[in-house]
């Protein structure tokens, strides 16, 4: 029995270390992506690192409100109240469809 429970938690703590290394990848495959974007509109990549600032230089380089990351982050609080909380979802969604939709302009590309 107590050799059941020891393989279970190893088992547990190989698929969390799975998971945290995928996340990992891809954590630093935005960091490194946000990092060359700044750089090609002229800002410092460092600036990409810092989790709110690096979404208010992005509405800076883009053109859009800067506080709008702001918002963003208002409405996902606002998602945790039972009724509002779709309302708060979908202005969330809105406000990141328009924010990429207006970097991928700002950057040449087309619909």
Known sequence: MRRRVVCEMKKRNYQLIIGLTI?????????????????????????????????????????????????????SFVSAVPIIGLAGSALSIYFLVILNVSTARSFGKSD
């Open 23 to 75: 996340t990992g990848f891809f954590l630093l495959l935005a960091i490194v992506g946000q990092w060359k974007a700044f750089k090609k509109a002229g800002k410092n990549g460092w600036e990409a690192i810092i989790p709110v600032y690096n979404q208010i230089t992005l509405c800076e380089v883009v053109g859009l409100w800067k506080w709008w990351p702001l918002v963003i982050l208002g409405c």
